[in-house]
């Protein structure tokens, strides 16, 4: 069962790690900690790429995880840049007080 | 002793740190201890990486996420004076709203059909070119190197691109004024 063979395991952990993500992601207010989540689900799926790949002897899955890299990273930059800027002119960045579309 | 093997107790240890950890990340109400469980679990995800014989993606999760972007996210923290833990409106009740808890049931069924899949999942179809024995003789860094300058150049030049004008972006949005 355990012989080398992680596949299945390693689908079963990206599906908890990115329902942890999501779960988190709706309940929590604020907005660093619900970008914490979203990269815990970006995470997961990275996960995925990797024991998908192994699985069926290609090397795209890493490649593919190399690009989800790179656009997780910038969106670190721009989105906390945002945070910052949200924070400067509304003082909070709790997600339930940034209600100014609200009519 | 031939029920699981070493590999398999580093993985389940790993695993289990994994979801301790991420479980931790969204619970705690500080959010530097937040990012530092969130470290604890790139951490993991790493080691489960190098089981999978990814090596060049597991040194990339620790120097990008574990470095770099937690890196950015406490001092975000601490540009916000979020470092003492949320604070509470008065008045105002904590408890998340029913909408939101309903929505958070819906995606923990989810999980659960997630899971069954990957309980009764059947792969077909051709094997890849690129089996573990040959890219364990070349190297793994290699071979994804390899593909990165050759087969898939366009889009590595395109996340350059992207890179630059995220950066001209951070530094546009955060320098206002």
């Known amino acids: 069962?355990?012989?080398?063979?992680?596949?299945?395991?390693?689908?079963?952990?990206?599906?908890?790690?990115?329902?942890?993500?999501?779960?988190?992601?709706?309940?929590?207010?604020?907005?660093?900690?619900?970008?914490?989540?979203?990269?815990?689900?970006?995470?997961?799926?990275?996960?995925?790429?990797?024991?998908?790949?192994?699985?069926?002897?290609?090397?795209?899955?890493?490649v593919f995880v190399f690009f989800i890299m790179t656009v997780a990273a910038v969106e670190a930059a721009v989105g906390l840049a945002i945070f910052v800027m949200v924070f400067r002119l509304q003082h909070t960045i709790n997600a339930d007080e940034l209600n100014l579309l609200k009519g | 002793m031939d029920v699981i093997s070493f590999k398999g107790i580093v993985f389940i240890a790993s695993a289990l740190v994994a979801v301790a950890a991420s479980v931790l990340m969204a619970t705690r109400r500080n959010p530097i201890h937040s990012a530092l469980w969130m470290i604890v679990t790139f951490f993991a995800m790493a080691v489960i990486y190098l089981l999978l014989n990814a090596q060049f993606i597991a040194v990339a999760q620790v120097m990008v996420y574990a470095g770099a972007i937690m890196m950015l996210i406490l001092f975000v923290i601490m540009l916000v004076h979020m470092e003492k833990g949320e604070e509470t409106v008065p008045g105002q009740a904590r408890r998340p709203k029913k909408t939101k808890l309903i929505a958070a049931l819906i995606t923990v069924i989810l999980c659960g059909e997630i899971l069954l899949g990957a309980l009764f999942y059947n792969m077909t179809g051709r094997g890849g070119e690129h089996p573990a024995a040959l890219v364990d003789a070349v190297g793994n860094v290699k071979t994804v190197g390899a593909l990165l300058y050759g087969q898939y150049l366009f889009p590595f030049e395109i996340a350059s691109i992207l890179l630059l004008v995220g950066i001209v972006g951070a530094v546009v949005i955060a320098k206002r004024k």
Request: with cysteine; charged share 10%.
């Open chain 1, 1 to 62: 069962m355990f012989e080398d063979n992680f596949t299945w395991l390693c689908y079963f952990l990206s599906g908890i790690l990115f329902t942890i993500g999501a779960v988190g992601a709706i309940l929590r207010r604020n907005m660093i900690v619900v970008f914490m989540c979203i990269e815990l689900m970006l995470n997961a799926v990275n996960l995925v790429f990797i024991a998908a790949g192994g699985s069926l002897s290609s090397m795209d899955g890493s």
